[in-house]
């Protein structure tokens, strides 16, 4: 019975999952769409395994999927690094494997599997690959490959800057147990302090010293850059897209996606709207996370009848 509640819990907490009006590499129509996918996650901090897209063939893939069959393996040392650091710098596919007879460059699985003898380790940096470390084992997968968790990182500089957007957890270093935690909030007012308002940022803002949901007008922090952008987000509060553009004046005011141009569509509604070459319009890819949301309500529905 525990075993069924904890898997019923997983399923619904899929239902929560804020990703589901994202837009999938499948429905992209356009190669801008397509080709910019991966790097506008990373700038809105939103990377996970699904959206490597590439345009192939007049459509747009799945990197991962198309890949499952492809190996690395034939790759030299610097043919792999060249792959993962100037082809895929954002979400690197191959990585080398450095064992104590030389190794070879593999596809990469997760961080967690690239342990290293402690005279190896100065050879490679986790960080190549898009891991931080701990010890002598490559942890926590900043390009969000695979799920990310606090107790993943092993230095205290990351993990007080690291905010689990998915999980809505804030990471927080533990000076008595000199490990990386974490702590979990569910509405913009239950974060007391600016800092970590400031860290959720997506979601909330810091106003007469209290953490509110953000409005359009508060703009949202660029991850990594910093620059202010006009961005739609992810409602707290009615569990929704709240829709931001920019209007004539340059005032980020809430509204309908669909007047911006090809070039902003996919990024400025947050990958939510694609542009659509039939119409020659921005619209919304809604319909794949209804059809997903009922996939879910099924297999919890089967769950239960068994
Ligand atoms: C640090 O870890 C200890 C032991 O798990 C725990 O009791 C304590 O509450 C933690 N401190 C913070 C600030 O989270
Ligand atoms: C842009 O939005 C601001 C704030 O709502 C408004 O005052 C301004 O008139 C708008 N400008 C245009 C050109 O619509
Ligand atoms: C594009 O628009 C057409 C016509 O409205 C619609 O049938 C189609 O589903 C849309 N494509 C996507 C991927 O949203």
């Known amino acids: 019975m525990i075993k ?22 499948e429905q992209l129509m356009t190669e801008f769409d397509c080709m910019t996918q991966q790097k506008n996650r ?20 799945n990197l991962m999927n198309f890949l499952s069959d492809v ?4 790759l030299s040392n ?7 650091e100037t082809l895929f710098t954002i979400n690197p596919v191959c ?14 699985t997760r961080c967690q ?3 290293y003898s402690s005279e190896l380790i100065a050879e490679v940096e986790c960080s190549n690959i898009g891991c931080n470390r701990i010890k002598n084992q490559c942890s926590f997968d900043y390009r969000g490959r695979q799920e990310q968790y606090c107790s993943e990182i092993g230095d205290q500089k990351i993990c007080d800057i690291t905010f689990l957007k998915d999980k809505l957890t804030i990471c927080k270093w533990n000076t008595s147990t000199k490990k990386c935690g974490g702590f979990n909030f569910e509405q913009c007012s239950d974060l007391t ?21 953000r409005a359009c007008a508060d703009k949202e922090s660029e991850y990594k850059s910093g620059s202010q952008i006009c961005v739609s987000f992810y409602s707290l509060t009615t569990k929704q897209y709240v ?5 004539k004046s340059g005032d980020c005011i809430e509204s309908d996606p669909e007047s911006l141009l090809p070039y902003q569509c996919n990024y400025f509604s947050r990958l939510t709207y694609l542009w659509n070459t039939t119409t020659s319009s921005c619209t919304p890819c809604l319909y794949v996370g209804h059809s997903d949301l009922i996939k879910v309500v099924v297999i919890v529905l089967f769950v239960i009848s068994l």
Do not use: H, M, P
């Open 71 to 74: 190996s690395c393996t034939s």
């Open 193 to 213: 302090t600016e800092y970590n308002c400031d860290l959720a940022n997506t979601f909330c803002r810091w106003k007469d010293q209290l953490c509110v949901e």
């Open 78 to 84: 610097q043919e792999c690094s060249f792959i993962s």
């Open 42 to 61: 990373f700038k809105l901090g939103e990377i996970d395994q699904s959206s490597i897209c590439f345009w192939y063939q007049e459509k747009c893939q």
């Open 4 to 25: 069924l509640s904890s898997f019923l819990y997983l399923l619904l907490s899929q239902i929560l999952c804020l990703d589901q009006w994202q837009c999938t590499c």
């Open 95 to 108: 990585a080398w494997y450095y064992k104590s007879d030389g190794g070879q460059c593999t596809k990469f």
């Open 113 to 115: 599997d690239y342990k």
């Open 243 to 247: 829709q931001c553009v920019e209007n």
